[in-house]
């Protein structure tokens, strides 16, 4: 792979009409080394959130050695690079063969559920391979309600008196039992953290069982950027946010159990950008290389302002407007489809024009895994860059309002 200082570097170098990812291994690592420090409990990357070759391999390599997985094919490319890991597979509902595969094959022994079928579909499974169910943690997830970017509680966990029900069945079992919940992404508050672990005491003190351990899920934010017309938010500080989700979990009386946290955004974010290119101008919109059915969904759903920073094209002479104003543009994707428009603009200097360049920074996360071939557009090429996103100058969304024409 190609290896450049900055991402100006790369764009002016290669010229391209491709989106081009920019992966920081250094980032990576230390992104991960960050979370894992200042969370006393088992880090497992949440390898939705990225599970490219790359990632999973500077993680292993970084001492990453826990994934939470969710079916087959995660399963499978962690084992490729990280062969001696743990895989818990908190996927809730999960195919027959998929739980057989995870015990018998990957010998997997942390598994999430919500429901007693599931219970039925894995002790079938367990009884049939001969397996200890003492061997075997399971995690009751259960609801919670909340604010994140993501609300993913709708589809998964139990209510608080269900979860009461699963536990105490699993445990009379003779298996492990675990208490896991996932708040959504890119969680601000700890207040959702709150709610969710004074849901877990609940349960934990109804059901009168051994409680092996909690897993607090992911959720935890990256930094994005803001619009430079309002009070920008600051930054979210990950350690501070852990230790105080840590703390709570310790006032809800689980200083005792083994802790386990799934994070992925937090940890992948940063560690990509992405270059892409402006087709066309057409007034105060953009139509660029990349769109919401390739590295740029989780941003429309999520509503979430992009960094972006202007790599102007060198060989432009001609251009209009004023570069120190900071304006909104509208950013149309690349397919064919209307709905292919982000739900936030890109805040630019107002003289950047067809030809020109744009890095997107902190689009590591649920970018590149879910991009989609629709209309044949599909985003493959990487290069390395050595200097973070946030030291190559400032990104004009994320930019101090001083620098505002009006
Ligand atoms: C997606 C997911 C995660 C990771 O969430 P982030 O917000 O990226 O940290 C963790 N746990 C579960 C169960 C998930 O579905």
């Known amino acids: 792979m190609d290896r450049f200082d900055t991402a100006r570097d790369a764009a002016f170098a290669l010229r391209p ?43 292993a390599k970084a001492g990453m050695n826990c994934f939470d997985v969710a079916s087959p094919a995660e399963f499978a490319a962690v084992r490729a ?3 001696k890991a743990e ?40 009884r049939g391979l001969d397996l200890d169910p003492e061997e075997i ?38 298996f492990k039992v675990g208490l896991c919940f996932h708040v959504g992404s890119q969680v601000e508050d700890t207040d959702t953290y709150e709610r969710a672990l004074a849901s877990a005491a609940w349960v934990r003190a109804r059901a009168g069982v051994e409680i092996a351990a909690l897993d607090i899920g992911g959720g935890f934010p990256a930094a994005y950027g803001a619009d430079p017309r309002r009070a920008q938010p600051p930054a979210p500080d990950t350690t501070a946010l852990i230790e105080e989700v840590v ?9 005792d159990l083994s802790l386990v946290a799934e994070p992925g955004r937090v940890i992948v974010a940063r560690s990509f950008s992405l270059i892409v290119r402006v087709l066309l101008r057409k007034g105060r919109r953009l139509y660029i290389n990349d769109g919401i059915w390739a590295s740029l969904s989780d941003s429309w759903t999520g509503r979430i302002t992009l960094p972006a920073r202007l790599l102007p094209d060198p060989a432009r002479r001609r251009r209009t407007g004023d570069k120190s104003k900071i304006v909104p543009f509208k950013v149309c994707g690349a397919t064919c489809d209307s709905v292919d428009i982000l739900s936030r603009p890109f805040f630019l200097p107002e003289t950047v024009d067809t030809g020109d360049w744009i890095e997107i920074g902190n689009i590591g996360a649920y970018s590149l895994s879910l991009r989609t071939r629709f209309n044949g557009f599909y985003p493959d090429t990487f290069v390395e860059v050595a200097t973070i996103f946030e030291a190559a100058g400032p990104a004009e969304s994320s930019a101090a309002l001083e620098t505002m024409a009006d």
């Open 17 to 59: 009409d491709e989106p081009v990812y920019c992966f920081r291994p250094e980032v990576l690592v230390a992104d991960a080394n960050q979370f894992r420090q200042a969370f006393p409990g088992k880090t497992a990357y949440a390898v939705k959130t990225n599970g490219e070759r790359l990632v999973l391999e500077v993680l």
């Open 81 to 83: 690079v990280a062969p």
């Open 87 to 126: 895989l818990l597979y908190m996927h809730p509902v999960k195919a027959q063969s998929d739980i057989r595969l995870a015990l018998e094959t990957y010998r997997i022994r942390s598994l999430a559920l919500d429901h007693e079928d599931e219970v039925a579909k894995i002790l079938k499974i367990v």
């Open 137 to 174: 943690t399971l995690f009751v997830r259960i609801a919670v309600r909340g604010h994140a970017a993501y609300e993913l509680s709708k589809k998964f966990g139990a209510t608080p008196a269900h979860a009461v029900e699963l536990v105490r069945r699993i445990a009379h079992i003779g």
């Open 247 to 255: 703390h709570e979990a310790k006032e809800w009386g689980f200083a």
